[in-house]
Structure formats: structure tokens, C-alpha cells
């Protein structure tokens, strides 16, 4: 590894008067290699770096986790109104469902930039809490809407309010940790996702029995009492929220002023990037030279097909092509993302522990592509069930892999920003294919749907090869000194 920066050495003051001990070795000290992604030895206080951690751990990646379950929470409130008297209600007929998906994402991608920049420039305690009330506002409002044409105007707002949520928690988790720290936390961001949607499917099931009471159709109800909780979780954000490492003075009852200066140390140690220069849309727009960071967003993008296919589409797969009933369908639509918990936490713990991306990736592929070909071709609907279980907790793990994988590869904040940006704007844009890929007309089977899904798995395998390799023989040019990669001495790309 090459030589630290100064500011990742320099003495830290301790409470009682003792230093807490920094030493960053070469990899020939600490046993990395080429391929390990650069690593830097760090052996700070072992107590001390355990406290700034699980601090760190409790109070950015749960309230990371509850906003970025809002755009899930939004997928699964429609999702299960989609088997109500929405639709007649509304009068969604033709494509009018699928339009009032991908205009939710339209909308979120034509603003996902500025507002991930936003988080920068307001901060995040402030800007968190500004889009997630109005997102609240906003789903309250449905509740009270009579034509079709209000719910298109709404989900433009909706998807606006949203558009710096996933983005701007990427970015901000991902300048706290050390590049072999990340993808447990990215799994917690998942984890705390789809325990909120499902734990929200369950909740529509109940709203759903109020149909009718006080004149109201049960899909309002979920709309009402979803968009209620999320404007009261605005408010906590706003104290719950903390700011970037430099700046984490500004956080509420958080870090004392020696965790603060380790937790820049480390990150000073793993990448040399904690302090962003002085912001101009140049020093953002020539990263879009990058061609790897297109790569990892097409990697977005198809996942994103998947997931869109399932999370908004599930209730009616297993209602039109299990044959539940529209309660049980709305019921049944919990227990994949329960299990999904499992997997995403297991393969992370593994990915951080090996340092390794790639094959994480690679095998949550080869699982999406078994259990989607289960849904599709087996004749059972207790096993095509078990094939949503499957397709669920591969696609939910491989989120925290992707995002970690983007992460682990580039440095700089500007840089940060603007891979987050357009990561979530492909994402965004697969979420507009995985809309129209479920067609009713295809009931119970939805072949295109299967077909797109299993491809799509297929094709992020591809890249992952391509990128593995490519990572491969950079990595060997920086170690024999022909290269720097991203402008950091002594980086190095984590396969």
C-alpha cells in the first residue's frame, strides 16, 4: 500500500489524555494483496473503535433504513391497493396502473441528481427530513383522490419527493465506512427496508378489512395511515439524522470529539477522501467520463427490473396466477421479504469478511435465476411460491452487493454523488421496464416477466466477469507502479 496521508497519522487526543493508537501498514505488513481492494491496516483502541461503530451503526444505518423503505413502502402500499377497489375506483383500465408506476419514476430520476447534491449542501439532518414529510404529505393526499388523472399528478410529486432518498443514503453510508466494513451496513439499509414492507403488507391486509367504515374504500385507509407514519418519521429524522464524518460535530447527541476524529481517520486510511473540495458542476460532470460508472448503473438498471416486477407486482401474481384470494394475496406478500432478511445479512457478512463483491454478486444471480424459473415453470403453487421466496432474497441481497461493489470502486465525494445519482437514475429506469414487464394478459404463468428476470440475471453475471477482470489486471499495473488508480496512491479495486 503506498504512504498515508498525514491526517490519517496524526496523534488523536483521548479522553483521560490517551492517544488512541493508529498504525496503517503497507500491504506487505498486513497481508493484502493486489486484489483486496488496497485495504490499509488500521489498529486503532480496540474499545474505542468498537464504541465509534456500533454509534455509528445505531444511528445512521436504522433511520437509513426506514427512509429508503419509503420508495418499497410506496411500491407496497400500490401494490396491494392494485387487488382492491382501486382500480374501478379510480378508473384504471388499459395501462393506466403501469403509467402511474414509471411516472413515479420518471419524476424521481429527472431530480435524482440535485437532490443527492442537496444532502451536501443543506445536510443531511436537514434535507432527510424536508423530502421525507413531504413524501408523507403526499401519500396522505392519495388517500383522497376520485380520478385517475389526480393520482398521475401525485405520483409526479411523489417520485420527486423520493428522488434523493436511495442515492443520498448511498452516499452518505458509503463516506462513513471503510471500503471492508460497507457491505454489512448496505445489508442493514436492505434489512430495514423489506422488514418495513413487509411488515407494511401486513398492515394493508388490516387496513384493507376497514373497507367501507366511515365511508371510506380500505386502499384509502393505507394511504391515510402509511402517509401519516411517514410524515412523523420526517420529523425524527430531523434529530435522528447525522451529518458526514468532517462534519459530525453538527450532529445531534452523537460522536465525542475524539470518535469523530477516528472515524476520519479511518476513512482518510481506507481512501484518502473524507474532505470534498469546493463544489463546482465541473468537478461533478468529469466524472462522467468514467465508462465503470455506466457499467454499474446498467448492473442497477437490471436489477432494478426485477425487483419492480416483483415488489409492485406480486400481490397480483399470486392472486391472477396462484389463485389466492385478494386478502390473502395481499397477506401472502409479507413472508418472502421476512426470509430475504436471511440472505442479505448472511452474504454480506461473508462479502465484508472476504473482501470479495464479484462472487457474492455472481451467486445471488444464480439463486434469482432459480427461483424465478420455479414461479414460472413449476406446476405447484406451493413451489412457485418457494420460487418467490428465492427470487425475493436474492434480488433484496443483491442490493446491498451492488451498492457495496460501486462503493468499494471509485473514490471522492463529488465522484460519490454523482455514481449515486446515476446509479438511481438507471435503477429508476429499470423500474420503468420492470412495470410493463407483468402482463395481466399473461396470468398465471406471466412469461415475458420470467423471461426478462432470468436474462437479467444472466447478463449482470456477464458484467460482473467483465469488471472482475478488467479490476484484475489494473489492480496488477498499479502494483507494479505503471498506474494510479483514481488519482489515490496506493488504491486499489476491490473484485
Known sequence: MASSSSSATEPLEA???????????????????????????????????????????????TIAGILCSLNLLDSGVISSAAVTSLPADL???????????????????????????????????????????????????????????QMIALRVLLGAAASGIYPGLTYLISAWYPRREQQTRFAFLQIGEVVVLATGGIVNY???????????????????????????????TYFWMVDFP??????????SHDEQQLAVARLNADRKDVEPEVFAWKKVFVHARDPKIYGFAVMFFLLNLVSTSLSYFLPSILQNGLGFSENLSILLNAPPYYYAVIPVFLS?????????????????????????????????????????????????????????????????????????????ALNGAGGIAGSFIVRYNEAPRYPTAIWVSIGSGILTIVAVGLFSVYFHLANRRAASGKTVLEGVEGFRYTL
Open 15 to 61: 479522553k483521560k489524555g490517551v492517544s488512541p493508537r493508529v498504525d496503517i501498514g503497507s500491504p506487505e505488513e498486513s497481508g493484502s494483496n493486489s486484489d483486496d481492494g488496497g485495504i490499509t491496516y488500521i489498529a486503532p483502541d480496540a474499545a474505542l473503535e468498537r464504541r465509534l461503530r456500533i454509534k455509528v451503526d445505531l444511528r445512521l444505518c
Open 91 to 149: 378508473d384504471l383500465t388499459g395501462n393506466r396502473f403501469s403509467v402511474a408506476i414509471f411516472i413515479f419514476t420518471i419524476a424521481s430520476i429527472a431530480f435524482q441528481l440535485p437532490s443527492t447534491l442537496a444532502v451536501r449542501t443543506f445536510g443531511p439532518r436537514v434535507w432527510f427530513s424536508i423530502i421525507t414529510c413531504a413524501f408523507g404529505i403526499i401519500t396522505l393526499a392519495t388517500a383522497f383522490i376520485r380520478t385517475w388523472q
Open 206 to 236: 388490516g387496513l384493507n378489512m376497514l373497507d367501507g367504515k366511515g365511508g371510506l374504500a380500505g386502499w384509502r385507509y393505507m394511504f391515510l395511515v402509511q402517509g401519516l407514519i411517514t410524515i412523523v418519521i420526517g420529523l425524527v
Open 246 to 255: 468532517e462534519n459530525a460535530h453538527r450532529s445531534l447527541w452523537f460522536l
Open 348 to 424: 454480506s457478512v461473508v462479502g465484508d469478511k472476504l473482501r470479495l463483491r464479484g462472487p457474492i454478486i455472481i451467486f445471488n444471480c444464480v439463486t434469482l435465476i432459480v427461483g424465478f424459473s420455479l414461479l414460472g415453470f413449476a406446476q405447484q403453487a406451493s413451489v412457485r411460491y418457494v420460487g418467490a421466496f428465492l427470487a425475493t432474497g436474492a434480488y433484496v441481497s443483491n442490493w446491498a452487493a451492488l451498492s457495496t461493489y460501486q462503493a468499494n470502486n471509485i473514490t471522492g465525494q463529488w465522484k460519490r454523488a454523482f455514481t449515486a445519482a446515476t446509479v438511481a
